[in-house]
């Protein structure tokens, strides 16, 4: 594993969740969190450019800031992993570095 | 494994200076390392003790200090960007003339220069950046 990218800002919003997938490597983490949670459902505009990265990338998302926003589980992206705080530790401890897209 | 936190957004503003907070109070509560909470920007904000939001919200400058003084984090608030907004320790109140009793950084935050930003990045393992 290599970097973990971290976007906190709804892809409805701004271009960062876009810009970090087209700049994110093989094997690397994105973890969406903040209003970047946004990104994580289903059956959006946006939908398209998570799942055209399934492959090569792995997508997380912040449990608490989704149940902030009333966003429940079987709303999301199929593959997408949920995360909680000390999970979020456990990513930036795994991977190589973090970048965050502000 | 050490880490060190940016934070580059005032209290209550979008949800940085809370995830942040969250971020570090976890890994604090799992063992992990935290060398330095470096303030920034408008992040210096969380570092005031005048802060008094209502006693049914979240109290973010409380908590940092509260966090401080249970794990003896190292909060450092960056001295331009403090000025600018008015966070004053007690030196600084009394070199920029504004009086006794002006000094209003909270306790458990000290105030220095950006090389303890680089610092922090240098001694950690990662550097973890919250901000707007």
Not at chain 1, 40 to 60: P, W
Not at chain 2, 46 to 70: C, F, H, M, Y
Request: hydrophobic fraction near 40%; include cysteine.
């Amino acid at each position: 594993m290599s970097t973990l990218h971290m976007v906190n800002k709804s892809p409805f919003e701004r271009g960062a969740m876009q810009s970090c997938l087209e700049h994110a490597l093989e094997g690397d983490g994105v973890l969406l969190f903040e209003d970047g949670v946004y990104g994580a459902v289903k059956g959006s505009a946006v939908t398209g450019l998570i799942e055209n990265k399934a492959g090569s990338v792995k997508v997380y998302v912040l449990g608490p800031d989704l149940a902030a926003r009333g966003i429940a589980g079987g709303r999301l992206i199929e593959g997408i992993t949920v995360v909680d705080y000390p999970g979020f530790v456990d990513l930036v401890t795994a991977h190589k570095g973090t970048q965050s897209w502000l | 494994m050490k880490l060190s936190i940016l934070v580059n957004e005032g209290p209550y503003t979008h949800q940085s200076a809370d995830s942040a907070y969250q971020f570090t109070k976890a890994a604090l509560e799992k063992g992990v390392e935290i060398f330095r909470v470096f303030f920034y920007h408008d992040g210096v904000n969380n570092g005031t003790r005048l802060t008094v939001p209502p006693q049914d919200d979240r109290n973010i400058q409380k908590n940092w200090s509260e966090l401080a003084e249970q794990y003896k984090l190292d909060l450092v608030v960056c001295i331009a960007a403090a000025q600018r907004r008015g966070i004053l320790d007690e030196g600084e109140a009394k070199r920029h003339g504004k009086g006794d009793g002006a000094a209003n950084i909270a306790p458990g935050f000290r105030i220095s220069g950006l090389g303890q930003l680089i610092e922090a990045g240098i001694e950690a393992d990662r550097l973890v950046v919250f901000g707007d």
